[in-house]
Structures are given as C-alpha cells and as structure tokens.
Nanobody, 120 residues
Framework: QVQLVESGGGLVQTGGSLRLSCVAS????????MGWFRQAPGKEREFVAS????????YYSDSVKGRFIITRDNVNATVYLQMNSLKPEDTAIYYC?????????????WGQGTQVTVSS
C-alpha cells in the first residue's frame, strides 16, 4: 500500500503562485510515475501533469502548460507542483497520484487532495 499526503494548497489572488507537495510512504515507488490531477466544482477530475521516475519525461495538460512545473525528489518520495500565473479557472481540489506506468491511474494510489482557490 502507498499513502499519499498533499499539502500547500490555499487561497491566492489571480496571477499569484503556489507550490503543492505530495509525500508518499508505505512502499518503494521505484519506477513509478507520479502525477497531479484536479477536480473543480461540478466538473470531472482532470489530468494536470505527470513525471516519470527519472524526471526525464514530464507531461502537462494544455491548460497549465507554460505555467505549472512538476518535479520530484525520489530520495524523499515527494512530488511537487509549482503553479505560477494562477487563474480563477485553476480553482479546484488538487490530487496527487501514483501509477506504475502512467497509463492506468484509476488503478493507482491517490491522496486525499488539497484545495486551491484563486480569487479574481
């Protein structure tokens, strides 16, 4: 089993920045892909970004590309999401997730989420 705990959410004004963190525990995540998803009120959960074990491959949704940066620290089993130039439409609960391949997130491990609210 893997436990994921997110932190770093909060209230920020449009144009501001936040850095989310997600610490994993419970088992080795060697080779696993780590990612961030979000769910806004009344909408389905959507992919935000992912990063592979070596950090050589990162993927972003079009809506955050150029504004968000995903990184990971394998020694401390932590994945980060640096969010810049935030917009009100970025308001959502942000979830950390871990998956073996990055292609089957529904069967992976998920955190409880952290709220991000961007005021206009």
């Amino acid at each position: 089993q893997v436990q994921l705990v997110e932190s770093g959410g909060g209230l920020v004004q449009t144009g501001g920045s936040l850095r989310l963190s997600c610490v994993a525990s419970g088992r080795s995540l060697s080779g696993y892909v780590m990612g961030w998803f979000r769910q806004a009120p009344g909408k389905e959960r959507e992919f935000v970004a992912s990063i592979n074990w070596s950090s050589r491959r990162t993927y972003y949704s079009d809506s955050v590309k150029g504004r968000f940066i995903i990184t990971r620290d394998n020694v401390n089993a932590t994945v980060y999401l640096q969010m810049n130039s935030l917009k009100p439409e970025d308001t959502a609960i942000y979830y950390c997730a871990v998956d073996k391949s990055g292609n089957n997130w529904s069967n992976g491990y998920w955190g409880q989420g952290t709220q991000v609210t961007v005021s206009s």
